[in-house]
């Protein structure tokens, strides 16, 4: 159980309505619902009441197209929310998967530092009790101290898709939730389609509201199920319900309009004590509100305390990590964490950046854990070049040649084709190399790659020849097409002189064709991604052909990852290519 009031009591109004605790079902308030007591001033001082941060990553955001955890990345994703400090992981559907259950079983043997674990499930079935539904005995199974059930709260869905009486959608609600509460859970009842319900039917979407009060809910969740809810409604139908309900009220908004983040930061503005979400903005469609992005704004705009203090700063590598055990692409433009979330582009700007950075960004970066990094592209002006280089630890500024050899170069590669704002790492190689500071680790020779098409499956070979000093290195590799097969020989051919190279994998893999119009003579940009225990970094590969291009990439990303883990080459005066653009 939270330590914390479940209701609204102290809240002036709330008095003479106990809010519905579990095993102590509200009494009828002053709107003559039972359960739902008057509430005044739910917009007290922000701050002044703790926001519970609900995380749905587990269970909403993995409906999300192209996001699926195995079990041990649950568990990884569930560590890291509560390293971040949200106050309940919502982890899973128990009913619905084994996959779920599995989770459970083994989440309770999770260091929990500071997070509950909440297991979600709906409401039992029509025409049936609570004790004999084996989703609400899977529910319970899962022995987590929070429960959330979902109960439908739109007559359109009660008469069309459960095809039962609006009396009994009321009676499951409440008995499911007694039969939870009963069981000494605490439990949030997510009322499903409420917005539209409340537009469709007021009456009855309060109605379902004060059956789960009553039966036990200590919160009550409003969700905007379809996200077609914009952000003055939000806050109507929001304060239009506090003012009837003794009951904590919480939110749940899906980014159909755009406008999830914006409706969770007003709703809690508004009132509302409970704000769900999934990491990134996951989810169905257009995704979940994104719970960073809310956290962000309510911490640093809006004066809430939302994670423990302290936490707020792990945002932006909290978004990382949770994107990579994903395995999907960090979105370099997230707000609040993104990459490039405090870049900017004009080279005009650059030198004021440099003098005043708070006159170009709407927060500090290092508030969540970010930086202003300052983009490189082809309308780089000097003092951008001067800028990235000193972000990398390079200082150029006593070297004016240098850095005007830097910028032709950079300059003269863009034009072929490279990009360098999301390929930092290939820039530091560039720079680096240009400026006499990149040691050799390996040279290629050459490279033959055989690809065999068989009715069975695909598979292809690679050949590299490579030089380590002095030394000639010719190493074999076989994968699923032909920069699968590149890479293993790479890595075999090095693996033996530069064991570091064991902890680097790759994490994302792009391929985009320039100049679609001119099929016979399009360039070919590669950005690849590859990652180390402690981050990820990404390299590019321009070339007419695929493979080539590939291959560049490839190089950097192994070249960049032995610079990182400190590797000391074979042949360390020799400062030579590794495969940034000459
Ligand atoms: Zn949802």
């Not at 609204?8 to 709330?14: N, Q, T, V």
């Not at 809010?19 to 308030?29: D, E, I, M, R």
């Not at 960073?292 to 705009?301: P, Q």
């Not at 695909?458 to 076989?478: K, N």
Request: hydrophobic share 45%; proline share 4%.
């Amino acid at each position: 159980m939270s330590a914390r009031e479940p209701g609204l009591a102290g809240e002036a109004g709330a008095a003479d309505g106990q809010p519905g605790t579990a095993g102590q079902p509200g009494t009828a308030g002053p709107s003559g619902l039972p359960g739902l007591a008057g509430l005044a001033g739910a917009a007290g001082d922000p701050g002044t009441e703790k926001v519970e941060v609900y995380d749905t990553t587990l269970r909403d955001g993995s409906q999300q197209v192209g996001l699926d955890l195995t079990v041990a990345d649950k568990l990884r994703v569930a560590v890291a929310l509560d390293a971040l400090g949200v106050d309940v992981v919502e982890g899973g559907w128990p009913g619905s998967n084994p996959k779920d259950a599995e989770f459970f079983a083994r989440a309770a043997d999770l260091p929990w530092a500071h997070a509950k674990l909440a297991a979600f499930g709906s409401t039992r079935p029509p025409r049936r009790t609570a004790e004999d539904d084996p989703n609400l005995l899977a529910l319970l199974a899962a022995g987590t101290p929070i429960v959330t059930l979902v109960g439908k709260a739109w007559t359109l869905h009660v008469d069309e898709a459960l095809r039962t009486t609006r009396e009994e959608n009321l009676a499951m609600v409440a008995e499911s939730v007694r039969f939870m509460a009963a069981e000494g859970r605490r439990v949030i009842f997510d009322a499903e389609h409420f917005f539209d319900g409340y537009r469709a039917d007021r009456g009855y979407a309060l109605e379902v509201l004060a059956a789960a009060a009553e039966a036990g809910a200590d919160t009550l969740a409003l969700c905007d199920t379809n996200g077609g809810t914009l952000p003055d409604e939000a806050v109507r139908i929001l304060g239009e319900v506090a003012a009837v309900t003794g009951t904590r009220l919480g939110v749940h908004f899906h980014n159909d309009s755009a406008c999830a983040v914006a409706n969770s930061v007003v709703a809690v503005a508004g009132g509302a004590l409970h704000v769900q979400g999934a990491a990134n903005g996951y989810g169905e469609r257009c995704g979940n509100a994104d719970l960073f992005s809310v956290i962000a704004s309510l911490e640093l705009k809006r004066g809430h305390e939302l994670l423990p203090a302290g936490r707020l700063a792990a945002l932006a590598s909290t978004a990382r990590t949770i994107a990579e055990l994903a395995n999907l692409p960090f979105e370099s433009r997230q707000p609040y964490v993104g990459s490039s979330a405090f870049a900017t582009k004009a080279g005009l700007h650059a030198s004021a950046i440099a003098r005043r950075p708070d006159a170009y960004s709407h927060i500090d970066p290092a508030s969540v854990g970010n930086h202003a990094q300052v983009l490189v592209s082809e309308l780089a002006g000097r003092s951008n070049v001067l800028a990235k280089a000193a972000e990398l630890g390079l200082d150029l500024s006593g070297d004016p040649a240098l850095a005007s050899t830097i910028l032709d170069q950079i300059k003269e590669a863009e034009h072929r084709g490279y990009a360098f704002e999301a390929a930092d790492a290939s820039f530091e190689l560039l720079v680096r190399k240009t400026a006499g500071l990149l040691p050799a680790w390996f040279e290629l020779e050459g490279y033959r790659v055989v690809i065999e098409r068989g009715a069975a499956d695909d598979r292809s070979e690679a050949i590299v020849r490579l030089l380590l000093g002095e030394q000639r290195v010719v190493a074999v590799g076989e994968g699923v097409g032909p920069v699968h097969a590149l890479d293993q020989a790479l890595r075999r051919g090095l693996a033996e002189v530069y064991p570091a190279l064991a902890g680097i994998h790759l994490v994302d893999y792009k391929v985009r064709i320039l100049d679609g119009r001119a099929a016979t003579s399009a360039v070919t940009r590669v950005m690849l991604t590859s990652a180390d225990a402690g981050g990820e970094w990404t390299t590019v590969g321009v070339s007419d052909d695929i493979v080539t291009a590939s291959w560049e990439a490839l190089a950097d990303g192994i070249a960049y990852g032995l610079l990182r883990a400190g590797a000391a080459p074979l042949a360390s005066p020799e400062l030579t290519a590794s495969g940034a653009p000459a």
